[in-house]
């Protein structure tokens, strides 16, 4: 087996590369929700000064990873890739707001589960010696990801109470292989395990039964109890996968219900903010990560995180077409 | 918790964790809603009248009422917020039918005049029209054996 590998999931880092920087951009709604003080920047309304949902969303892409590299002086120059990847049909978003950068570009699609994805890669091109420092970013907005995926905004329509909101936002990082922590220090790459849900208002249910997985391979290769970490911490399974994870953890043995969070719960206020079972999205992780969890990390209130990002492996054709989700949930863990 | 080993299993699982929407609250909500709504098309209606007009202009000029109270709301951004309350309440009237064709007006206008608004004015208006005509000839036709055979 290769050196670094833990299991058929899980790989150890052996010269863990750092996040020395990370930058969040959230809209009104999510500026307004119980983690607003965090975020670097909270944009006025959902245009931005842009014609439509996608330009505005191509714009917040690029403030992000901007804003991300000269937050620590760094220039493009500096970055030897940028990982990036969002909802919007082809990626446009990540394509188009990076394209003047000039930094050699790794396009990805993980729907919800991109940002783990994007920092999993990151971390094993620095740990293998490709790259000193590169950028890992992900976009979402609720107007784009709403206009392709459901309904027009104006339409008067009501949701199900299983619904989750879009995150309007971007969040990047930058791993470095110098630095001084956080670290990440352990990988495990989800596999994709689909248990026949259709329902494309229930992602949470769809994206459960992959998030357990990937939570107990990690626990089961690496040989750590749940306890080991300060917060593990689910991208955007809502209220309805949350429980369904600490379940589905709890019949596999392992008791998490102390310790363990989502971001989707995180960033809005549901009895306040109207979002039935949470916040969703590829900015739901990024944003929360970048703004909140960065934070917690660099005041040593969290010591080790386990981060899996979630996400629904689905197309509004496949759904009309009454395939079922695939679920995937990458995991990393990050120490200081 | 029972062991889940089968799709099924969680299939059942699932159903049961999650919230159904709240039927009854739902059903009074519309039920006022389209209520008022209907109550407003009568008073445009009675008020025609008044005016001595004759009952087709009445019953067209309220049509175009409602329709143009229906886009306006959809515009400043009102019907959206009525209809998440109401649901059905506020889809059924002819207003609902309005908003249906204004929204993706408005969504799909930054695709152009023709392959946005022009193609996607009809996205969720298309199927109740195509089957609210489909079944209307079905019927004409049985209506027309049926009294031609009486």
Known sequence: MAQKRLGTQ???????????????IVGPKEGEGPLGKYF????????????????????????????????VKLSYEDINYLLAGDLINQCTPSAFGNRDTNIPFLGLFGACSTFVEGISIGSMLIDGGFADNLVCATSSHFCSAEKQFRFPLELGNQRPPSSQWTVTGSGSVMLSSSGTGPYITTITTGKMVDMGIKDANNMGAAMAPAAADTMYMHFKETGRAPSYYDLILTGDLGYIGKSIVVDLMESRGYNIRSNYNDCGILIFDKEKQDTHSGGSGCACCATTFCGYIYNQLQAKKLKRVLLIATGALMSPTTAQQKESIPGIAHAISIEI | MRKIETKKDYQKYVDEKTPNSPIGKNILKAFIVGGIICLIGQWISDGLRAMDLDDKTVSSVTSISL??????????????????????????????????IASPAIEFKSEGLVLGVGAKLFQIAGPVLVYGISTSIVLGIIYYFVSTAG
């Open chain 2, 67 to 100: 329709i143009f109270i229906g886009i306006f709301l959809t515009a400043i951004n009102v019907y959206n917020r009525i209809g998440k309350f109401a649901g059905a309440g506020s889809i059924v009237p002819i207003t609902g039918f309005a908003n249906s």
């Open chain 1, 10 to 24: 899980t790989i150890k880092l052996s010269s863990p590369p750092s996040i020395i920087s990370a930058y969040s």
């Open chain 1, 40 to 71: 670097d920047t909270i944009i006025e309304d959902e245009f931005w000064g842009e014609q439509t949902w996608e330009k505005s969303e191509t714009k917040i892409a690029r403030e992000c990873v901007a804003n991300c590299i000269s937050k």
